[in-house]
């Protein structure tokens, strides 16, 4: 097990090295001076290349590449092209909000999911399973926007219970902590729980077939027993992976609600990056989403075992 | 749903209460949502507006521009100028102070001077003509002039980016192409590095050392009271949330708010929607000047007739409460602005648009219009000219990309099948248009000094020339007039239309002041 771990993690060495030679040629080789950007309207080509040669943009690709390289092994990121500030800095700034963010919604997606889907596929073919599965098609169809807006009249403008944006972090308090992530976890949760409780009806429907459900059935296992205990505990590891895929696709995908919400998290950090092309900022926060990736994955492979007793590594 | 009920208002009341105790401890807070964020700090390595917005609240200038536009000493006590209009004196107010607590000298003001002088084009051409500055004593200080020049005063109190302001001089002498790191300055707010966040919050706290002038603030110009304690800018890039922001009393002021959002805006009571930059905004249609079928003048006076401002302004701000039509290129309802020349112009002339380019036999010729998709604004107006284009007979490419690729692209000065490109749009404020020597997009200094789109126009660059070196006003005007015949000519760009930028405040704020930058002194929050 142990060993099976350090392989992992090791293994995660090749992909993040992948990822940031990818990322940077990709960068790169997209059009777009943030020299320009700098210089401004006034500018005139000498002071543009002048701007070119302080960024460094002007020296051969490998140069920058094995520099950029060589920082990031010493565990300097960079400084950001626009803003002057150390790129460790500004994505330090901005990991606690998409991490709660990211938290938030996974806790609140099973907690109401994992229910909604285990209930459904008990009562499979009856309205209460049509209800949860129109809500589960309702979750995917609206996008977070427009629920996002929604909320935002209901609970802000409508009934004042929460703000309208912004985040509080943990240590104002855990108060505004969640008044401020409440909605946000809502908005984007809806999603989630729509996948989940899909997966899970489907898994836990399987297992119900199952020779063993049957048995127990006429032993006289009560029902409760019965979908904890045997159905949902069988049923859980296509849920636990689909919950980790969620995850991973949280991280990349909050965007939108961070917009919408103005909580400021990676992901519109990456957004304005993307636009200026501030360099290092992106390829700071890319390694910091694929490192993050990984290593969800990783605990979703280990959390096999712990389920499935019969799964070794 | 009860239970739920009564948690959600248990949060929200533990929030509202940390957030009371949370203003009463910083007292006054004015919070803002500005039109960018602000990405990088110091005001002459950038020409961003939001940018030079900041520089107003952390540095002072020298001379600074009243409501009427007329230049008003700021930073100066008293100046003059020699019988030979060479020698300008200018003498420093009693009481200046920079962030960290050392006197503002006439050393620190030279050094300004010349980092600005080395980025802004105004600054430039300044230098061009200055000799020498030299320091008479602490507070005094002379410039000298090689010969006399028209806008020493109109420089300095230059309103719009790159804005002359005041910096240490440890600081000025950092080279002009590197950003500045130490934001101190002598204006009337402190910048709080320690809680800028990019992308999300800037702060600044109020300068108790600040000795405002006696005057009333007008523009940039009298004194700059500070009314609050703190001043927090919440950049919120989604316009529906800033809107509910405001509604709900999060924020106080929206420096720009959308001209989507304008119409549920207005049903509110407790929000004021009001214009308070008098000069407006111009949109420029941009063609390139170096190659077919845009080389030739009477092409490029085809497109200016099939224009309609009407059409673009609809499809751009929709409200004609916010819009007019205008064939100044120096922007209408300034000083030097006319519209004569224009009379063929901007009709929405198709037909003798059309019949140019058969004559010119251009009929049919790709042009490469590049469209940012990312600016809502320049998109829609991108969508507008194509459809003209089309209309008048040219095989129209639209190209999709963000504002930053098209920024690099514009500078290509290669042809066409290289990688070069034909139009491009963008606008430019009043403040910045109004004067010919500011209004780079009249600029005739071909491919080498002309803005993106190079024309040549040896007349213009004559014209403009007279313009800077002429000191008398009835004179400058005559040059204007000429500036504005010449444009019609040789058709630098084609103006599409002129607009004005709403502000959305809070009921009950006072002292928000009118200026084409938005200024944060002088202003009340509610009781």
Redesign the interface.
Known sequence: MYAYIIRRILATIPVMAVVAVFVFLLLYL?????A???A???A??E??E??RE?LGLNRPLYVQFFTWAGNVLSGDLGI?I????PVSK?IG??LEPTLALAICTTIFAIVVAVPLGVLAAWKAHTWVDRVVMIFAVLGFSVPVFVIG?VL??A???S????????Y?PLS?????F???I?LPTLALGLVYVALIARMTRASVMEVLTEDYIRTARAKGVANRTLLMRHALKNASVPIVTIIGVGVALLIGGVVVTE????I?GLG??TI?AV???DYPIIQGVILIFSGIYVLVNLLIDLSYTVLDPRIRY | MRLLSTLAKGIGIAAVAAAMLGSASAEKVLRIVPHADLKNVDPIWTTAYITRNHGYMVYDTLFAKDKEGNVQPQMVREYSTSEDGLTWTFTLRDGLKWHDGTPVTSADCIASIQRWGKRDGSGQKLMDFTASMEAVNDKTFKLILKEPYGLVLDSLGKISSNVPFMMRKKDAETDAFTQVTDIVGSGPFKFVADEWVPGSKVVYVKNEDYVPRDEPASGAAGGKVVKVDRVEWVYIPDPATTMNALANGEVDLWETPSPDMLPLMRENPNIVIDVIDPLGTQGWLRMNHLYPPFDNPRVRQAVDMAVNQETYLQAIVGDPSLYKTCKAYLICGTQFASEDGGEPYLNGDIAGAKKILEEEGVMGHKVVLMQPTDIPLLNNASLVTAQVLRDIGFDVDMQAMDWSTLTSRRAEKKPVAEGGWNVFHTYSTGADVQSPIRNIGISGGGVERAWFGWPTDAKMEQLRDDFARSTDLAQQKEIAHAIQLEAFKNTPYVNYGQWYQPMAWRKGLKGVLVSPVPFFWNIELPQ
């Not at chain 1, 997209?30 to 943030?34: I, S």
């Not at chain 1, 917009?259 to 103005?262: A, E, G, Y």
Request: proline share 10%; glycine share 10%; aromatic share 14%.
């Open positions: 997209t059009p777009g001076d943030p320009v950007v700098i401004g309207d006034y005139r080509p002071d543009i002048r701007i302080q950001s626009f803003s002057n500030l500004l700034q901005r807006y935002m009249w609970f802000s403008l009934l004042g219970w929460f703000p309208v944006q912004g509080k104002a308090g855990i108060g505004p969640l008044s401020s409440a917009s919408v919400f103005n400021p519109r950090l304005d636009l200026r092309r």
